[in-house]
């Protein structure tokens, strides 16, 4: 019976393995979207927001948003342009349908949960691992310390995602190390994947990427690897460039508050190495001074330290690039150097403790001093794993008590709510001031101009106006950003002008004369077009290439 047993398994082993995987997804749900009372997160409702507004833009058939209008109570706040609304649909749909926000959240992340399971675990076997140790790849990382943090206590959804393909990313450089440049378009889906998700991520994975290639810059500095790098980069950018063109318009043309008034400065958000090491030892919960590895990866962490003087360990220079990305999370990197620089935009270097995550989790899995070489032994830092992630979510509860949301409450929105720095508000806005006038309403001289028929439907503002002079200088409830246009019909002529950004308040406003209607609107520009375009051409390309390619090959194997 027992062989029969062991037989059945080895011949489903995949099935076994996925179906684990969908327990863990949800296990990994259990404190957070099944219980009671729920915990409130420093970053969650800046992302209900996200997921209630396209739910509304989906609603009123703007299905590409680049304004999204929930926020502000209908001043509009650019997070759709700013912050890639790819992977909100699935949440945003589920909304529409009419489910709750807490089951279409819990859905979503059960959905990210799965993904990230079955990515690192492939990501495992690309990099030779066997199966049992991609399996524990997938498990240490998947139910990682910082990677719950993200979602239990910080609920960050963009980096969360991100989190996702960091270990496609470690499995491309290591292909490319390897000298197995076929793969490259591995990268570029694994870099996509996180532009769409976390710009932020894009900056520190690129910062792991070069560190990487510096630590085997032998194996890297030939023909053909700097050729598969230049190619994914490219491919890269294209392929992101729907997102990325709008964003630098949009920098380009005005202050932010993000460059003008950031929210910290990176110097300041850096750890003692020894308190990162005891938060880490304890799994610690987390608040803005104690993010940690968790106490597996932490052991996982020592081990790599005493392994730099073992014999059996044969690529230290893993563990070197370990050790740098950890110091860059301590007080013991010059930080200070780069609070004035774009790199300050990481804001915490903490995070760099998702890169950690993945690096110590394929250092423990790859097990080169063979503890896990006998089944039991697997199964057994699975249970850990499994109980570390129990204890941490139950202690994150009993010792947030004051932070515990009733169902309700957590389902009701605060629509002016746009994260703790508003990083994408013009740097004319006062915020305090605009939450005094929630009542929005246009702002004029009844002396200069007359105005009737005032509406606001969802993203759009008309009236009729009379200017009793020249001109007359209007401003409308929307916060300025480069695209908004007005539309004016007048007796026999009908044009379009661009919108203003106010000097005091930051919102739009245009200049009148004559009699006429206005309709004002947020419209795609041009290099917002070309962006599109690029991404579409680019995308489009690489599939038809990648279909040219098969085809040969399949024609070729026909003729022997």
Request: charged share 15%.
């Amino acid at each position: 019976m027992g062989q029969q047993v062991k037989s059945w398994c080895r011949q489903h082993e995949r099935l076994l393995i996925f179906i684990s995987f969908l327990l863990l997804s949800g296990l990994s749900l259990y404190f957070v979207y099944f219980q009671e009372n729920f915990l409130r997160a420093s970053d969650f409702r800046f992302h209900q927001n996200r997921v209630e507004g396209l739910a509304l833009a989906i609603k009123n058939n703007d299905w590409f948003p680049k304004i999204n209008y929930f926020f502000l109570g209908g001043y509009g706040y650019a997070s759709s342009l700013f912050y890639p609304d790819a992977y909100l649909y699935l949440p945003a749909l589920l909304r529409v349908l009419g489910l709750s926000f807490v089951a279409s959240m819990a859905i979503f992340v059960f959905a990210v949960n799965l993904a990230t399971f079955s990515l690192t675990y492939y990501a495992g076997r690309l990099m030779a691992l066997s199966k049992k140790r991609s399996y524990l790849f997938a498990i240490l990382y998947g139910l990682s310390i910082y990677r719950m943090q993200d979602l239990f206590n910080r609920q960050a959804l963009g980096e969360f995602l991100a989190l996702s393909f960091f270990p496609l990313v470690l499995a491309s450089l290591f292909l490319l190390r390897k000298g197995t440049t076929k793969y490259w378009p591995l990268l570029t889906l694994a870099m996509t994947g996180i532009g769409l998700a976390h710009f932020i991520s894009i900056e520190m994975v690129s910062i792991w990427i070069g560190l990487y290639i510096l630590f085997y810059w032998q194996q890297f500095f030939k023909k053909e690897v700097l050729w598969a790098l230049a190619k994914a980069a490219g491919l890269t950018l294209l392929w992101l460039a729907f997102y990325l063109s709008p964003v630098a318009e949009q920098m380009k043309n005005q202050v932010f508050k993000v460059t003008s008034n950031p929210l910290t400065y990176i110097s300041e958000r850096s750890y003692p190495i020894v308190s990162l090491f005891i938060n880490s030892l304890k799994s610690s919960v987390f608040h803005a001074k104690t993010a940690n590895l968790g106490t597996l990866l932490f052991v996982g962490l020592v081990v790599a330290v005493v392994s730099l003087a073992s014999k059996k360990i044969q690529d230290k220079r893993f563990i070197g690039l370990t050790l740098v990305l950890l110091l860059m999370v301590t007080t013991l990197f010059p930080w200070h150097l780069l609070n004035h620089t774009p790199l300050n935009t990481i804001q915490f270097p903490w995070r760099f403790l998702g890169i950690l995550s993945v690096m110590l989790a394929f250092f423990i899995a790859q097990d080169e001093w063979g503890v896990f070489r006998k089944s039991w032994t697997v199964a057994l830092l699975v249970f850990l794993a499994i109980s570390n992630l129990g204890i941490y979510q139950y202690q994150s509860i009993q010792s947030q008590q004051g932070h515990l949301l009733t169902k309700a409450e957590y389902e009701q929105p605060t629509p002016f709510y746009i994260g703790a720095g508003h990083e994408y508000l013009p740097d004319e806005i006062n915020y305090q001031e605009l939450l005094k006038q929630k009542k929005r309403q246009l702002d004029y001289s009844a002396e200069q101009v007359t105005i009737t028929n005032v509406r606001m439907p969802y993203g759009k503002i008309s009236f009729d106006y009379q200017v009793v002079n020249q001109s007359a200088k209007v401003t409308v409830p929307f916060i300025y950003y480069l695209g908004y246009q007005a539309t004016i019909q007048m007796k026999n002529q009908t044009g379009a002008k661009k919108m203003s950004l106010t000097n005091q308040g930051g919102l739009a406003a245009l200049s009148l004369s004559g009699t006429g209607h206005v309709d004002i609107r947020y419209q795609r520009t041009k290099v917002q077009k070309i962006g599109t375009m690029m991404t579409l051409l680019s995308v489009g390309g690489f599939g038809f290439s990648r279909f040219l390619q098969q085809k040969k090959k399949h024609k070729i194997k026909e003729q022997r």
